[in-house]
């Protein structure tokens, strides 16, 4: 009897000590994924599941020199917890080699899973299983993946290099008893081995056919939860970056749409576990410096009306040019495919003046008067064609470039209450820590390293 009611005691401890602690971690990163994207994405989509957390905590993304972050700083601030310079994965500001809290986790037995719509050796994910001086080192970054030993890779490409880097790199895992398969053949994984899902997360928007990054998500955590494990699972949607980088907002769009979809699918599984996960959403950086002036001027269908990116734009511009199709066709023949009809007489001396420069192939860069117009290292017809769509829409772009614009980090789930202000890109993953209990975990790993 005794006996009985001290086990009965040990439980009831046990029990007290997890009620309200997760065993489910959805850490998941909009790359380039600033406050204006998530604005105009709001009124597009008024409900969105964005919407389904409670408001957003403002995070500071500055590197540790307080000047404006690539993904490669902010991305170790968000997988280890430090401050460190441009181009550092996973590295202090000294160069030496912090490590992660996905590592950690991996020590204690948590399952651990790593995804992204863009090169998995790229900086946001890297930064979690390698280390590295530099970004660019990316076949080094590439070798780390294997030893890592994580639960599950969702590869979309690998950045930087050649088609045999993948062969090899499917070699690697093979050889790390890894179970890999293609895309489409996602659903022949079996819980219990360490998974690799190669051939895109992306895709929708590259290659049909292919599943999305909702689905590789769902699936990975119900292949990392089977047997009763806990996991980490960073989930990256990668090229909304790339969208606004280019000033294409129809494209971050979708890029949002997608990750917004793999946001619901991380919900799903959280309704079927309430009281055992937490979700985290944020971005590693501003990109674009989107400004959104005039919500009332905003197109809800803008996106759809949209046919070609920038680089498709600027292929069109470009085989128009050596078709000799006139000046005004080519500006209205791009127009349209961005659904832009009427174009109106300043429009017109815009576009104009945009052709012209085309036309002549005057660098943009070199001739002081025309690099003013902040064409970058764009084609200046194709930004125009964009710029004017926008102007319509009631918003514009700011800059190619990153801007240091606090960006909005979304929780949900037990222990989501360690997430208030202020809040800094490099707290998250202690915050984390704090609600799994180990408020410390990451920063005794690291202390030497920091010293
Ligand atoms: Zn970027």
Same mark, same amino acid.
């Given at each position: 009897?005794?006996?009985?009611?001290?086990?009965?005691?040990?439980?009831?401890?046990?029990?007290?000590?997890?009620?309200?602690?997760?065993?489910?971690?959805?850490?998941?990163?909009?790359?380039?994924?600033?406050?204006?994207?998530?604005?105009?994405?709001?009124?597009?989509?008024?409900? /969105?599941? #964005? @919407?389904?957390?409670?408001?957003? &905590?403002?995070?500071?993304?500055? !590197? *540790?020199?307080?000047?404006?972050?690539? %993904?490669?700083?902010?991305?170790?601030?968000?997988?280890?917890?430090?401050?460190?310079?441009?181009?550092?994965?996973?590295?202090?500001?000294?160069?030496?080699?912090?490590?992660?809290?996905?590592?950690?986790?991996?020590?204690?037995?948590?399952?651990?899973?790593?995804?992204?719509?863009?090169?998995?050796?790229?900086?946001?994910?890297?930064?979690?299983?390698?280390?590295?001086?530099?970004?660019?080192?990316?076949?080094?970054?590439?070798?780390?993946?294997?030893?890592?030993?994580?639960?599950?890779?969702?590869?979309?490409?690998?950045?930087?290099?050649?088609?045999?880097?993948?062969?090899?790199?499917?070699?690697?895992?093979?050889?790390?008893?890894?179970?890999?398969?293609?895309?489409?053949?996602? /659903?022949? #994984? @079996?819980?219990?081995?360490?998974? &690799?899902?190669?051939?895109?997360? !992306? *895709?929708?928007?590259?290659?049909?056919? %292919?599943?999305?990054?909702?689905?590789?998500?769902?699936?990975?955590?119900?292949?990392?939860?089977?047997?009763?494990?806990?996991?980490?699972?960073?989930?990256?949607?990668?090229?909304?970056?790339?969208?606004?980088?280019?000033?294409?907002?129809?494209?971050?769009?979708?890029?949002?749409?997608?990750?917004?979809?793999?946001?619901?699918?991380?919900?799903?599984?959280?309704?079927?576990?309430?009281?055992?996960?937490?979700?985290?959403?944020?971005?590693?950086?501003?990109?674009?410096?989107?400004?959104?002036?005039?919500?009332?001027?905003?197109?809800?269908?803008?996106?759809?009306?949209?046919?070609?990116?920038?680089?498709?734009?600027?292929?069109?511009?470009?085989?128009?040019?050596?078709?000799?199709?006139?000046?005004?066709?080519?500006?209205?023949?791009?127009?349209?495919?961005?659904?832009?009809?009427?174009?109106?007489?300043?429009?017109?001396?815009?576009?104009?003046?945009?052709?012209?420069?085309?036309?002549?192939?005057?660098?943009?860069?070199?001739?002081?008067?025309?690099?003013?117009?902040?064409?970058?290292?764009?084609?200046?017809?194709?930004?125009?064609?964009?710029?004017?769509?926008?102007?319509?829409?009631?918003?514009?772009?700011?800059?190619?470039?990153?801007?240091?614009?606090?960006?909005?980090?979304?929780?949900?789930?037990?222990?989501?209450?360690?997430?208030?202000?202020?809040?800094?890109?490099?707290?998250?993953?202690?915050?984390?820590?704090?609600?799994?209990?180990?408020?410390?975990?990451?920063?005794?790993?690291?202390?030497?390293?920091?010293?």
């Amino acid at each position: 009897m005794k006996k009985s009611l001290l086990i009965l005691m040990l439980l009831l401890c046990v029990f007290l000590l997890h009620a309200g602690t997760p065993k489910y971690v959805f850490l998941m990163i909009g790359d380039g994924m600033g406050p204006g994207t998530v604005q105009i994405y709001n009124q597009l989509f008024p409900n /969105n599941n #964005l @919407k389904k957390f409670a408001a957003p &905590v403002l995070t500071g993304t500055n !590197n *540790v020199f307080g000047k404006t972050t690539d %993904s490669a700083a902010s991305g170790t601030a968000l997988a280890c917890g430090i401050k460190t310079y441009n181009k550092a994965i996973a590295m202090t500001k000294n160069k030496k080699p912090v490590t992660s809290l996905a590592k950690l986790l991996k020590k204690q037995q948590w399952k651990v899973g790593i995804i992204s719509t863009v090169g998995i050796n790229d900086a946001t994910p890297s930064t979690h299983y390698a280390n590295s001086n530099s970004r660019g080192e990316v076949a080094a970054i590439t070798s780390a993946i294997a030893p890592s030993n994580f639960d599950f890779f969702g590869i979309s490409t690998l950045k930087g290099l050649p088609d045999s880097a993948m062969v090899k790199l499917k070699k690697d895992l093979l050889k790390n008893k890894y179970q890999v398969v293609d895309g489409k053949n996602m /659903n022949t #994984l @079996k819980p219990g081995n360490k998974n &690799v899902v190669i051939s895109g997360t !992306n *895709v929708p928007l590259l290659k049909p056919g %292919s599943p999305r990054l909702c689905d590789v998500t769902a699936k990975a955590a119900e292949l990392l939860s089977a047997g009763n494990s806990r996991f980490f699972l960073m989930v990256e949607g990668g090229a909304i970056d790339s969208g606004n980088h280019a000033n294409d907002a129809g494209r971050a769009i979708k890029e949002m749409i997608e990750f917004d979809a793999a946001v619901g699918a991380a919900l799903r599984f959280a309704a079927a576990h309430p009281e055992e996960t937490l979700i985290i959403i944020t971005a590693d950086h501003d990109t674009g410096g989107l400004t959104f002036k005039e919500p009332s001027k905003l197109d809800s269908k803008f996106h759809l009306k949209q046919k070609l990116f920038l680089a498709g734009l600027t292929s069109l511009a470009v085989k128009l040019k050596a078709a000799k199709v006139p000046a005004g066709e080519i500006i209205k023949k791009l127009a349209a495919q961005l659904g832009i009809e009427n174009i109106t007489a300043d429009e017109q001396k815009r576009l104009d003046y945009a052709c012209e420069l085309f036309l002549s192939g005057k660098s943009t860069k070199t001739d002081k008067f025309t690099a003013s117009m902040g064409y970058g290292r764009y084609n200046p017809l194709a930004v125009e064609i964009f710029r004017t769509r926008d102007r319509r829409n009631g918003f514009f772009y700011t800059t190619f470039g990153h801007t240091n614009a606090k960006v909005t980090t979304f929780t949900k789930g037990p222990g989501s209450e360690n997430f208030k202000a202020p809040l800094e890109n490099s707290d998250i993953p202690h915050r984390i820590a704090a609600a799994l209990g180990m408020p410390e975990l990451l920063k005794k790993a690291n202390e030497n390293a920091v010293r």
